[in-house]
């Protein structure tokens, strides 16, 4: 299971203009914001874009300029694997250490859609005894029963995280990931595609 809410897209005419300033081409800039704030690229703009793009990572860092910042809630385990990405993300999650006795452990707290029944069943157990031992912590106030919980807890477990990036790192894990054997990457991926100009600025074809 993943969750992607609360896209924003910014920066986007400061980094076209920037993308002029090697050739000195600002009085070729077409593009412009509408009435709804949105950004719309013109045909100028959108030829150089792309032909910079298209030219490799050193010609199109004006890319690297502009942000996205999405609120992710996905399992510990893909998480993980996105982690890798360290390099021009920023990230502030909900904390496992502060809050993770502050409310009751449910299923709904997991990501258990791939799981056969018995497994399910297996695992609902475990859930059990996690909460179990959450209310013993909160009875007690015992480390023990809250270090209980911090090293049963599985990596299936859900965690949102507020996550700022550019458009070259979602490009790489576009093309790193979008044949994943995880389907949570290729949920991401799919809200990738539906970024403004992913077309002509990430090399996404239809």
Same mark, same amino acid.
């Given at each position: 299971?993943?969750?992607?809410?609360?896209?924003?897209?910014?920066?986007?005419?400061?980094?076209?203009?920037?993308?002029?300033?090697? &050739?000195?081409?600002? $009085? @070729? *800039?077409?593009?412009?914001?509408?009435?709804?704030?949105?950004?719309?690229?013109?045909?100028? /703009?959108?030829?150089?874009?792309?032909?910079?793009?298209?030219?490799?990572?050193?010609?199109?860092?004006?890319?690297?300029?502009?942000?996205?910042?999405?609120?992710?809630?996905?399992?510990?385990?893909?998480?993980?694997?996105?982690?890798?990405?360290?390099?021009?993300?920023?990230?502030?999650?909900?904390?496992?250490?502060?809050?993770?006795?502050?409310?009751?452990?449910?299923?709904?707290?997991?990501?258990?859609?791939?799981?056969?029944?018995?497994? &399910?069943?297996?695992? $609902? @157990? *475990?859930?059990?005894?996690?909460?179990?031992?959450?209310?013993?912590?909160?009875?007690?106030? /015992?480390?023990?029963?809250?270090?209980?919980?911090?090293?049963?807890?599985?990596?299936?477990?859900?965690?949102?995280?507020?996550?700022?990036?550019?458009?070259?790192?979602?490009?790489?894990?576009?093309?790193?990931?979008?044949?994943?054997?995880?389907?949570?990457?290729?949920?991401?991926?799919?809200?990738?595609?539906?970024?403004?100009?992913?077309?002509?600025?990430?090399?996404?074809?239809?």
């Amino acid at each position: 299971m993943i969750k992607v809410e609360r896209i924003e897209v910014m920066n986007f005419e400061n980094a076209i203009r920037g993308a002029r300033n090697p &050739l000195n081409s600002w $009085s @070729k *800039l077409d593009s412009y914001t509408d009435e709804n704030g949105n950004f719309v690229m013109g045909p100028n /703009d959108r030829d150089l874009a792309q032909r910079l793009c298209n030219a490799g990572s050193d010609h199109r860092k004006f890319i690297r300029q502009i942000f996205i910042s999405m609120d992710i809630t996905a399992p510990l385990y893909w998480w993980k694997e996105f982690d890798t990405y360290k390099v021009g993300t920023v990230a502030n999650s909900c904390s496992t250490m502060h809050k993770i006795h502050s409310k009751e452990f449910t299923l709904d707290d997991f990501s258990v859609d791939h799981m056969n029944e018995a497994g &399910l069943a297996a695992f $609902s @157990k *475990l859930v059990e005894e996690i909460e179990n031992q959450r209310k013993l912590f909160l009875e007690t106030k /015992d480390k023990s029963y809250w270090y209980t919980m911090i090293q049963m807890l599985p990596s299936s477990y859900n965690q949102m995280r507020t996550v700022t990036m550019n458009y070259e790192n979602v490009r790489g894990m576009y093309n790193a990931r979008k044949n994943h054997k995880l389907v949570e990457w290729h949920t991401f991926c799919d809200h990738i595609k539906e970024l403004p100009y992913s077309k002509e600025l990430l090399g996404i074809e239809e």
